[in-house]
């Protein structure tokens, strides 16, 4: 069984970033797209960081398992990272099926679209993360993925943004390493049908509410702790 995620927060350049962190009670079998812990295998643990976004390093994945020292998570597990503050996380159930969402939507693309000259810093991300109760083949862990994205870009269409995601999005989805084998994770399979119903209600809720990247979020109440000194130094 995967925990529900605990929020605590890392000391970076003095200031202070949000995680979550998603513990297992015993090792799942996990597929997922984040820059470490990547590919299908069992997994502990599933961290999600808030980065500013003018992040730029060359080393994530050397950055999360840096991270996961820090926290003390033991064995091998799923880092991932947003400009998203991680506190906004969303979670909806369906049949068992726990997603949860961060949903960073400013600037959606579609995924066959020409490469633009430029990328804009608000790229956002979306992450998603899923615990299905039941064991998964490895087939059914990659279709998964394929369900839990076509579940994302149904719940961007809906919001009416012209894209199918963002250029960083990551899923991650686990299960348990023993019992009966489930073939299928599509969208009309036993699990995929509540895996899809939860991803697409955890991202529209998600991306239905305005959400500020975590670095502007800082900027903000600097400027407005300045604004309050300055006015009080002006009596």
């Given at each position: 069984m995967l925990s529900e995620p605990i929020l605590t927060s890392r000391a970076e350049e003095g200031r202070h970033l949000p995680l979550l962190v998603w513990r297992a009670g015993a090792p799942l079998r996990a597929?997922?797209?984040g820059p470490l812990g990547g590919g299908i295998g069992v997994r502990r643990w599933v961290l999600?960081?808030?980065?500013?976004?003018?992040?730029d390093r060359e080393d994530p994945a050397a950055h999360l398992a840096s991270l996961a020292a820090e926290l003390a998570l033991d064995g091998p597990g799923v880092g991932l990272l947003t400009g998203v503050d991680v506190t906004e996380?969303?979670?909806?159930?369906?049949?068992?099926?726990?997603?949860?969402?961060?949903?960073g939507l400013g600037t959606p693309v579609p995924a066959?679209?020409?490469?633009?000259?430029?990328?804009t810093q608000r790229v956002g991300t979306v992450n998603?993360?899923?615990?299905v109760p039941a064991r998964l083949a490895d087939s059914a862990l990659v279709n998964a993925v394929a369900t839990a994205t076509e579940a994302k870009t149904q719940a961007i269409t809906e919001l009416g943004l012209p894209g199918t995601g963002t250029p960083t999005d990551a899923v991650t989805v686990l299960c348990p390493?023993?019992?009966p084998e489930a073939a299928y994770g599509g969208p009309r399979s036993t699990w995929g049908a509540p895996l899809?119903?939860?991803?697409?209600?955890?991202v529209l809720a998600g991306g239905a509410r305005p959400v500020v990247p975590w670095s502007e979020q800082v900027r903000s109440a600097k400027s407005t702790r300045s604004a309050v000194v300055g006015a009080f130094n002006d009596r």
């Amino acid at each position: 069984m995967l925990s529900e995620p605990i929020l605590t927060s890392r000391a970076e350049e003095g200031r202070h970033l949000p995680l979550l962190v998603w513990r297992a009670g015993a090792p799942l079998r996990a597929v997922s797209s984040g820059p470490l812990g990547g590919g299908i295998g069992v997994r502990r643990w599933v961290l999600n960081a808030t980065v500013p976004m003018s992040y730029d390093r060359e080393d994530p994945a050397a950055h999360l398992a840096s991270l996961a020292a820090e926290l003390a998570l033991d064995g091998p597990g799923v880092g991932l990272l947003t400009g998203v503050d991680v506190t906004e996380v969303v979670a909806r159930t369906d049949t068992g099926v726990r997603a949860w969402a961060t949903v960073g939507l400013g600037t959606p693309v579609p995924a066959a679209a020409p490469t633009p000259a430029a990328l804009t810093q608000r790229v956002g991300t979306v992450n998603i993360v899923v615990y299905v109760p039941a064991r998964l083949a490895d087939s059914a862990l990659v279709n998964a993925v394929a369900t839990a994205t076509e579940a994302k870009t149904q719940a961007i269409t809906e919001l009416g943004l012209p894209g199918t995601g963002t250029p960083t999005d990551a899923v991650t989805v686990l299960c348990p390493v023993a019992g009966p084998e489930a073939a299928y994770g599509g969208p009309r399979s036993t699990w995929g049908a509540p895996l899809a119903r939860a991803v697409h209600a955890a991202v529209l809720a998600g991306g239905a509410r305005p959400v500020v990247p975590w670095s502007e979020q800082v900027r903000s109440a600097k400027s407005t702790r300045s604004a309050v000194v300055g006015a009080f130094n002006d009596r």
